[in-house]
Structures are given as structure tokens and as C-alpha cells.
């Protein structure tokens, strides 16, 4: 669960800078910037989670350094679990939050301009405000999907039951566990519940918000 | 005090440069007039900051917003320039007041006060509601006002009424008369529609592909016939005037405009009152000497100062110097021989007083 939520907390504003950039600035490279974001989709996950092994390793580019400088180690803790969520998650948070920022009328960025605000201003108060079902429906989704990333977390995290450990991960153990269906039937249904819930608020808080924002 | 306006552009599309330049006073209402794509939005997306022309300087009342020759091109947001837009483009997430107050909250307060303004637009009751739940007119009252708030220097407005339907248009217009007496600010409005141009402005600029056809007081461009304006199907002749006195027996009310005198339909309007009138080039007849025992009230004498060629075969239009402005006549080529008009004659123009058209000042 706090390894979903972590996940979530970190990824969702990088989501929400890398779609604004995506929505609203053409630039060279942007098509690149744009199939990297959404590689985890296509990626099998294992793949994912062995380039993340390389990159985040202890002898990893990234890696060594956080570990010289910092101290902190991202491979099998569940620090790591949230990197990798975050990283799976990442296409459907950034395509959500770019959707409905395209549904953002820039002249309304234009109105505010004349106003007097400055481009932070317009992004906060403005841009982002209007975006806001997108971004919560999107963290939701991202949410909910954390709580069943497999792949990518068993490559990079391992499954260390209490601290890497996510819902698939558990029910996997269970099931290798002679006598375990039970409990592999428990968490399957746990998931089923938290999915359906996960769904169900973010179509909920969607429409509230559309219906706050005149929509 | 004015607005000096000067603007050169290409567009990558377009086959011709478009070279614009006027001043007009300021504090006053400049109505841009003309077809599409006769540059008019160009001018406000220039003036606001938003479109940097290839060339284009840029005055209000002495102080520089743009000039592009010294490198001087302030950014919109620092611009002070308020621009409505035609289909208002309020922050729907906002209340009506919260949007009111986006532009306040980021400037210096400045002359135009909350209360003030709220009051001017009649949006009062509006004020804890969302933008969504207006209707279109109450929308653009709101929309102005957030414009006023932000204490510009300058107020663009981009046909604000073209989105409105007769009735909503109706009444939106009282507001603007009565804001544009009560503010002292120089105003651009973008407008083809003549009649909401002839009501509102006090100064015109005609635009037509990219070059400005003339500019001026509106009743100086409304009297002209050199004019595109003139050649048009409604041309009128715009003159300003006050109520001079009632006959309430002849039921009728004396108008003054410099020294020519109109008697229209009785007015319900105080004595000294502004007005502006309308008289229709079609409906203005030509006479060497006054006619005697004629239904008409008005015979007004002054001086031809241009005849042009009018809209139709054989048709002419004469424009007639009077000391508060002028009026224009659409008569036949054949009028014209026979009363042998050409610039400098006198001639007396005779108007019905049911053909002038009061408008509220």
C-alpha cells in the first residue's frame, strides 16, 4: 500500500510536468521524449525491471552514485518497489494528464496572461485547476494499478515479504505454498475489492470535479 | 492626450504586407471597423501583446507599450493591457466574483474601484455564481469588469457583442455607453456591426486588407463620401448634438448640432442632454431654395465639400459641410447636373424629422 502510495506521490507530478511539456511546447526530440514515456507500456515488464537493475544497481550508473553520496540503496528495498511502480505507471499517469490538459482552452492561458499572470501563475491557478479531473483520475488508476505491478517489481525489488512485497507478488508466494489457496483466494479478492474501489472513486471524484468546473 | 498606433506585418500566408497606422484620443472609444481579414484582430492581438509584428510602435497617452525599432516589447502579462474576448472567457473553476478579482489581485490598485465597476455592469447579484450558470450577456458584463479590474491602460475589446443574440445585445449595450463616459480610458473595439459601431464610438478607424482606409471622429468618417462606409446600403451621416428645447404642443423637440438645427419626433430627454443622430444618406433630399408649404421640419443649408460617385450606376453620393460635422446625400447623377453641384455651392438639405434616428448618447 505505501509502496503504491509513494509511487503515486512521486510519480504523478513528473507525470504532470512531462504531459504539460508534451501539450504544450513543440520541440525537437519531443517525439523521442514522448515514445520513451510511454516505453513501460509496450516493454514487457521483466524488461523493465532488468533496465532498471542496470540503471538503479548498486554498480548502476545512477545507482553507484546514490549509494556513494547518499547512502541509499534502491535495489531489492521497497524505496525500489515504488521506483519501479512509478516507472510502469508512468504512461498512464502522463497519458491521462495530458488528455485533459489538451482539454485546457488556451485562451482561458491567454485571458489569464492579460491579467497580469506570469507563467507559473497560469499553471497553478489556471492550467492545472482545469486539468485536475485528469490528474486525479490518472493517480487513481495509477494507484490501483501499482498495487498489482508484478514483473518489474520481482526483477528489481524482489519480493521480500513486508517491505517489496505488492498484491500479485503475495499471491504468487501463496500459490507456491502447498496449501495456500486459501490464502491466494483471500488476496485475490482483496485486489478484486481495492480495484473496483480504486474505479469507482476516481469516476466518482471525476464527475464532481467536472461538475465543480462547470462541465 | 492619445493613442498612437503603428503596425507593419507580414503573415507567412498572406501575399501582402500589412502596413496600419493611426492616432486617435485618448481617453475615448475607437471602434476598428471593416471586413474580415481587414487586419482588425492583427491590431489587438499587437496591441495586446500576443502577436509581435514584424514592425509596430505602440503609445498610450506618452508612455511606450511596444516599439519595435528600439527593442522595447512588453510581455502581455506585464502590458497592462486589457483584452475581453468575444466569447468571454471566464475561469470556469472560479466564482463570478473570484474571476472579478483575478487581475486586481495582480496589480497596484489603481483608479477603477470594485465597487465601482460592479455597480456600473449591474453584476451585483451575480457575484457568488459560476460563470456556467450565466447567460451570455451577463457573461460579457463579467468579463468586462474583470478587464476593468485589472486597471489597464488600454481596453481591447474583441466584438464583444457578436456572440449575443438581438435581445442579449440589447442589453449589454446601456452598460458600455454608460462605462464609457464614466471611465477615462482609452478603448479599441473591434466591431463589424455598423450600428453598434455608430452608438458606441467616438472615434473610428476603417480597416480594410491590411491598410487603414481612414480615421477620425466618428462623425468626421460617418460624413465622409470618399469612404467605403458610404458607398454601403445603410450609410448615414452621424452627427452629434444636444436637446436644444421641447414643443410639447407640436410635439417635437429641437436638437442643436453646431449651428444646425433638427426637429425630430418629441425625445423624452432632459434639455442640454447629448445625443447623437443618424441621418440616412438615402433619405437626405437636395434643394437649391427652400420649398415652401412641404411637411418637412428640417431644411438645413450648408456647403457641398465632395461629390463621389455612389454605390449604384448614375447614382452619387454629396457630402455637405455643416459647422458641427457633415451630412450625406444619395441622389442621381442627374440631380446632380441639374442643381449643378459640385464642391463649394450651397445647397439646402431637406430631411424629414421622422428619418433621423435618435441614439442615446
Known sequence: MTVAARAVGFGLPLAVLIAWVLARYRFPGRSLLNALVHLPLVLPPVVTGWLLLIIFGIRGPVGSLLDAWFGVRLVFTSTGASLACAVMTFPVMVRSVRLSLETVDPGLELAARTLGAGRLDRLFNITLPLASPGILVGGIVAYATCLGEFGAVITFAANIPGETQTLPLAIYSALQIPGGEKQAADLSLVSLALALIGLLISEWAGKRLNAALGR | ?361
Open chain 2, 1 to 361: 492626450m492619445s493613442l498612437v498606433f503603428r503596425l507593419r506585418h507580414r503573415f507567412p500566408s498572406a501575399q501582402t504586407e500589412m502596413d496600419m497606422a493611426f492616432e486617435v484620443p485618448s481617453p475615448g472609444l475607437t471602434v476598428l471597423f471593416g471586413p474580415s481579414g481587414a487586419g482588425k484582430s492583427t491590431v489587438l492581438s499587437a496591441a495586446a501583446g500576443l502577436l509581435r509584428p514584424d514592425s509596430c510602435r505602440i503609445e498610450v497617452d506618452g508612455r511606450v507599450l511596444a516599439d519595435t525599432n528600439c527593442g522595447i516589447w512588453l510581455p502581455p502579462e506585464r502590458r497592462r493591457v486589457g483584452l475581453v474576448f468575444q466569447d468571454s472567457k471566464l475561469f470556469p473553476h472560479m466564482s463570478v466574483a473570484t474571476n472579478l478579482r483575478f487581475g486586481m489581485r495582480r496589480t497596484e490598485p489603481g483608479l477603477v474601484e470594485y465597487n465601482e465597476v460592479v455597480e456600473l455592469l449591474g453584476i451585483g447579484a451575480l457575484l457568488g455564481r459560476r460563470p456556467h450558470t450565466l447567460s451570455g450577456g451577463e457573461r460579457q458584463r463579467v468579463a468586462i469588469g474583470r478587464a476593468l479590474l485589472a486597471q489597464p491602460h488600454l481596453l481591447l475589446m474583441d466584438e464583444p457583442l457578436a456572440n449575443l443574440d438581438a435581445a442579449r445585445k440589447a442589453e449589454v449595450m446601456p452598460y458600455l455607453t454608460s462605462l464609457k463616459t464614466a471611465l477615462r480610458l482609452p478603448v479599441l473595439y473591434v466591431s463589424h456591426a455598423l450600428e453598434e459601431a455608430m452608438q458606441l464610438a467616438d472615434s473610428m478607424v476603417l480597416l480594410e486588407a491590411g491598410h487603414v482606409m481612414g480615421y477620425g471622429s466618428i462623425s468626421e468618417i460617418a460624413g465622409r463620401a470618399d469612404l467605403p462606409l458610404a458607398r454601403r446600403d445603410d450609410a448615414a451621416a452621424l452627427l452629434l448634438c444636444h436637446v436644444a428645447g421641447h414643443d410639447h404642443g407640436r410635439a417635437l423637440t429641437r436638437l442643436e448640432s453646431g449651428e444646425a438645427t433638427f426637429w425630430v419626433p418629441l425625445l423624452d430627454a432632459p434639455v442640454g442632454a447629448g445625443c447623437r443622430i443618424r441621418v440616412p444618406a438615402r433619405e437626405v433630399i437636395l434643394a437649391g431654395k427652400a420649398p415652401e408649404e412641404i411637411s418637412l421640419h428640417n431644411i438645413v443649408s450648408g456647403t457641398v465639400r465632395r461629390v463621389a460617385e455612389g454605390p449604384e450606376r448614375h447614382s452619387a453620393l454629396v457630402e455637405i459641410a455643416l459647422s458641427g460635422g457633415a451630412l450625406l446625400s444619395r441622389v442621381t447623377s442627374d440631380a446632380i447636373a441639374r442643381l449643378r453641384l459640385r464642391s463649394g455651392s450651397s445647397v439646402l438639405a431637406l430631411i424629414k424629422s421622422t428619418s433621423i434616428e435618435v441614439l442615446p448618447a
